[in-house]
């Protein structure tokens, strides 16, 4: 007996350590990385979140949309993030590479709208441009002022060569790199659209999207457009630093920083919570995150935490999260996504795309 049961302690050690490290491994609080424009969003929904549950506060790292959508793909497991915040809709290839690396249930949530804003000092002259403007402005290529359906490389310096109602002063841009979902979504709906002022260009995009989308979203590499990274508290700061300069970020940081930078108005739309709201100004998008289903059984929270931010208290009409920017969804969405995120489905499929 006493053998037996020293064999049976000496097993007990050897499995000891192993037995620790696996309890080591296991995480027990949400891991969440993603879109720098939902960032103050799921942080203020986290810090609620651990002050008013038994859970631990979510970590949240602001990656870019791109940058989080790479990190959530690359598999399932407590070595990968649980969430991804996007500022825009999850791309086909990445939902693919989801797939490849084990990915294979992922939830779509949409959580409210945003405005992409073209902002500048308070201290300088308030801009009103038009998209064509900004295309003219940030492409690489513009089209030949000969009139003729060919490109040529962009040579304007000011705003003013640009369209001689605007001041003249040197265009000088500073934005979000090619990882955020901001950059995605104003090179679609600001440059694109500027581009279609064009008829050929407009003609172009239905005939081959592939040489349309070379001309209308590649960004200028001379200076115009200055990478600031995916901080967008550090534009508004340099706007302030630098007043003939402009910045492209979010509504919210606009909206949290008003005495100190003002937005563009485009196409003569001010960029306001009602003017997003009702779909007025031109260069607005709507806000995602996606979750992993297979780690909603193996991390503590999530299902809470997807509760909170869908509650009506958080992304409702009257909600904490419309108080720091967010434009609220129709009622009726709101209840689908809220349903989406207490029972996990539908998943999207190769369909959805």
Request: overall charge negative.
């Given at each position: 007996m006493k053998k037996l049961m020293?064999?049976?302690?000496?097993?007990?050690?050897?499995?000891?350590?192993?037995?620790?490290?696996?309890?080591?491994?296991?995480?027990?609080?949400?891991?969440?990385?993603?879109?720098?424009?939902?960032?103050p969003f799921a942080t203020v929904v986290a810090e609620k979140f651990g002050k008013t549950t038994e859970f631990k506060t979510p970590l949240i790292e602001a990656t870019g949309s791109g940058g989080g959508l790479k990190l959530f793909a690359a598999g399932i497991g407590v070595k990968y993030s649980d969430i991804t915040n996007a500022s825009r809709r999850i791309k086909r290839s990445e939902f693919e590479k989801c797939r490849k690396n084990g990915v294979q249930e992922v939830i779509e949530i949409k959580i409210g709208y945003d405005g992409i804003v073209i902002a500048n000092a308070k201290s300088a002259p308030r801009f009103k441009l038009s998209r064509r403007d900004l295309f003219l402005a940030l492409a690489q290529e513009i089209p030949n002022p000969d009139g003729s359906p060919t490109v040529i490389a962009n040579p304007y310096k000011t705003w003013q060569e640009v369209?001689?109602?605007?001041?003249?002063?040197?265009?000088?841009?500073?934005?979000?790199?090619?990882?955020?979902?901001?950059?995605?979504?104003?090179?679609?709906?600001?440059?694109?659209?500027g581009a279609q002022n064009f008829p050929w260009l407009k003609a172009l995009k239905k005939k081959d999207k592939h040489k349309f989308k070379a001309i209308a979203h590649t960004i200028r590499e001379?200076?115009?457009?200055?990478?600031?990274?995916?901080?967008?508290?550090?534009?508004?700061?340099?706007?302030?630093?630098?007043?003939?300069?402009?910045?492209?970020?979010?509504?919210?940081?606009?909206?949290?920083?008003?005495?100190?930078?003002?937005?563009?108005?485009?196409?003569?739309?001010?960029?306001?919570?009602?003017?997003?709201?009702?779909?007025k100004y031109p260069v607005s998008r709507p806000l995602f995150f996606y979750v992993k289903k297979a780690h909603v059984t193996i991390i503590p929270g999530i299902k809470g935490y997807l509760k909170e931010f869908t509650s009506e208290k958080a992304f409702g009409e009257e909600g904490y999260l419309s108080d720091r920017g967010l434009i609220p969804m129709p009622q009726a969405e709101r209840e689908h996504y809220r349903k989406v995120a207490a029972e996990l489905k539908p998943i999207l499929t190769p369909a959805d795309f």
């Open positions: 020293f064999m049976l302690l000496a097993v007990a050690m050897l499995m000891l350590p192993a037995m620790v490290s696996h309890a080591g491994s296991l995480r027990n609080y949400i891991t969440i990385v993603g879109s720098s424009t939902v960032y369209n001689q109602n605007l001041p003249a002063t040197k265009i000088r841009v500073l934005g979000p790199p090619p990882t955020s979902g901001t950059r995605d979504a104003f090179v679609e709906l600001a440059m694109a659209g001379d200076g115009a457009y200055v990478e600031a990274g995916e901080n967008d508290n550090l534009i508004v700061q340099k706007l302030q630093a630098d007043p003939e300069s402009l910045g492209i970020f979010g509504f919210s940081f606009l909206d949290q920083n008003s005495d100190r930078v003002q937005g563009s108005l485009v196409d003569g739309i001010e960029p306001t919570f009602e003017n997003i709201a009702d779909g």
